[in-house]
DNA sequence: CTCGATCCCTGGACGC
DNA sequence: TGCGTCCAGGGATCGA
């Protein structure tokens, strides 16, 4: 599942194979992950590729001006976010091709740009100009780029569960199930804890071991579980280092407490309830009191419905 | 604003 | 061997 040292790998990757091809024409297979098909097929061919860049778990291929009559003059960009399946790298054109096949970009070299995606989780679009700028918008500060005081800023303002806080990408934009509880693990937060109550000592812990962990992840080239492979079609080696990701029922690199799973956040997380303690929950005092009391002032304690 | 539920999709694990 | 069932999970969307 590709998150930001994934993405970071594939990007640099693509970088180093691609920039200054340009692309002499596309074949499409299934569309139905692609935001604009009909505008892809029109506006790709004749481009250059200048560069590729990570923007959060998206690569921006960035493409020069078109000349071609009934196109976009401007430099523009192709979007690409590879969900949990999918693959994106340079093929020989004869390469036999793989399932699930549905981009093939044909560059000016011979081979093919191919991206692959069984699950189809994936997104692809073409877009310039203003559409870009909202587009990009959307999205939170890039971990690695954004200082201690933006970081515990945005974590404080919103009162959500760190986990769903972490994994939010209008809040921060790359971090993704792995290296949240990773982080979360080294910082030693529970992942359901509240982001608003957090102080700032530990905000900054885990301001601190996310960065270190992302920047270790992208120097071994991300985590390889199901099949992440990067666009040389090499695995990275991360997964290596997990501490308690798809670690359930074993025991805690720390303590040796028996590593759990909960779901937070809609989202599977590990972590290990001896170093992460659960935060305090206090929702149902209400209720007790105004049972004690005898009384139903609000008229909501019960569940039961009068009608 | 935030939550949970639901959907998208396929391959892999598992049970029989 | 071959079915059926369940599950993973990033993100969009919807109703509460």
Request: aromatic letters at 6%; one cysteine or more; glycine letters at 8%.
């Amino acid at each position: 599942m590709p998150e930001l040292p994934e993405v970071e790998t594939v990007a640099r990757g693509l970088q180093r194979e691609i920039a200054g091809q340009k692309i002499l024409g596309i074949t499409l297979g299934k569309t139905d992950f692609i935001d604009n098909p009909e505008v892809i097929e029109r506006e790709l061919p004749g481009r250059t590729v200048l560069r590729v860049e990570r923007y959060g778990k998206f690569m921006l291929l960035r493409l020069s001006a078109n000349h071609a009559p009934n196109t976009n003059p401007e430099e523009s960009v192709l979007l690409v976010h590879l969900g949990m399946t999918g693959s994106l790298g340079p093929q020989a054109a004869a390469a036999p091709q793989r399932k699930h096949t549905h981009v093939i970009m044909h560059l000016s070299d011979g081979r093919e740009l191919r991206y692959v995606d069984p699950r189809r989780f994936g997104r692809m679009a073409y877009l310039a100009g203003e559409t870009l700028q909202r587009e990009l918008q959307r999205f939170g500060a890039d971990p690695l780029e954004a200082d201690l005081e933006e970081f515990i800023t945005r974590i404080q303002r919103r009162k959500s569960r760190i986990k769903a806080l972490l994994l939010d990408q209008s809040v921060l934009r790359g971090v993704g199930n792995i290296y949240a509880d990773e982080s979360l693990w080294k910082a030693k937060i529970h992942p359901a804890q509240l982001g608003s109550r957090l102080n700032r000592q530990q905000l900054k812990e885990l301001y601190g071991v996310l960065q270190a962990i992302l920047k270790k992840a992208i120097l071994l080239r991300g985590s390889s579980i199901s099949d992440f492979l990067d666009a040389d079609g090499e695995p990275g080696e991360y997964q290596q280092h997990h501490r308690v990701y798809g670690r359930e029922g074993k025991p805690c690199f720390r303590c040796k407490t028996t590593i759990k799973r909960i779901i937070v956040a809609g989202r599977s997380s590990y972590f290990c309830p001896n170093c992460q303690k659960a935060p305090r929950l206090r929702k149902r005092t209400r209720v007790k009191k105004l049972r004690k009391k005898g009384r139903n002032k609000t008229g909501r304690t019960s569940s039961r419905r009068s009608s």
